[in-house]
């Protein structure tokens, strides 16, 4: 059981090339022969002269989120799993992922989802969503542990009062 908070970041939509970016969604210092490599390829991205933590991509490992500053970037903070599986389920109404060609299902359906997310969150697991939209463009949101157990010397972007 995890005796900690959740953090929810997102939705973030962008663009498959942009998600794809890995230099974007990784912490200084990155490798900057491969950053002018991959720019030399095809036109900046509008957040690569942001500093890591000024980003909106989601990170490479999710719990770099909580590197995320200013706070807000953690857009909801909550004391119970509960409540942020319910905003995972409310975002994904309000953002449904684009159908398959066919007219087909491409998840296991929004209950199965948040049960799973309950659960996970419960147990101190962080939890990702992350569909297509209509248009080409993609969704992500998270919600991530406080203090996370893959990166404890992170401190919390937006303590609780």
Same mark, same amino acid.
């Given at each position: 059981m995890n005796s900690g908070h959740w953090h #929810?970041? #997102?939705p973030w939509v962008g663009r498959p090339e942009q998600y794809f970016s890995e230099y974007l969604r990784r912490p200084s +210092?990155?490798?900057s022969a491969w950053h002018a490599m991959?720019?030399?390829t095809k036109g900046p991205d509008q957040e690569a @002269?942001? +500093?890591f933590e000024? =980003?909106?991509v989601p990170p490479m490992q999710? #719990? @770099?989120y909580l590197l995320r500053r200013p706070s807000y970037l953690a857009r909801q903070t909550w004391t119970e799993s509960k409540e942020a599986a319910e905003w995972l389920a409310g975002t994904y109404e309000l953002n449904p992922p684009a159908l398959r060609a066919n007219g087909g299902a491409v998840d296991c359906g929004l209950q199965a989802k948040v049960e799973h997310a309950s659960t996970a969150l419960a147990s101190g697991t962080d939890v990702v969503w992350f569909h297509y939209l209509p248009g080409e =463009?993609?969704?992500s949101m998270a919600v991530v542990v406080c203090p996370n157990r893959f990166h404890p010397g992170i401190p919390c972007p937006h303590p609780l009062s």
């Amino acid at each position: 059981m995890n005796s900690g908070h959740w953090h #929810g970041y #997102g939705p973030w939509v962008g663009r498959p090339e942009q998600y794809f970016s890995e230099y974007l969604r990784r912490p200084s +210092p990155f490798d900057s022969a491969w950053h002018a490599m991959v720019s030399a390829t095809k036109g900046p991205d509008q957040e690569a @002269h942001l +500093p890591f933590e000024q =980003r909106t991509v989601p990170p490479m490992q999710t #719990g @770099h989120y909580l590197l995320r500053r200013p706070s807000y970037l953690a857009r909801q903070t909550w004391t119970e799993s509960k409540e942020a599986a319910e905003w995972l389920a409310g975002t994904y109404e309000l953002n449904p992922p684009a159908l398959r060609a066919n007219g087909g299902a491409v998840d296991c359906g929004l209950q199965a989802k948040v049960e799973h997310a309950s659960t996970a969150l419960a147990s101190g697991t962080d939890v990702v969503w992350f569909h297509y939209l209509p248009g080409e =463009r993609l969704l992500s949101m998270a919600v991530v542990v406080c203090p996370n157990r893959f990166h404890p010397g992170i401190p919390c972007p937006h303590p609780l009062s």
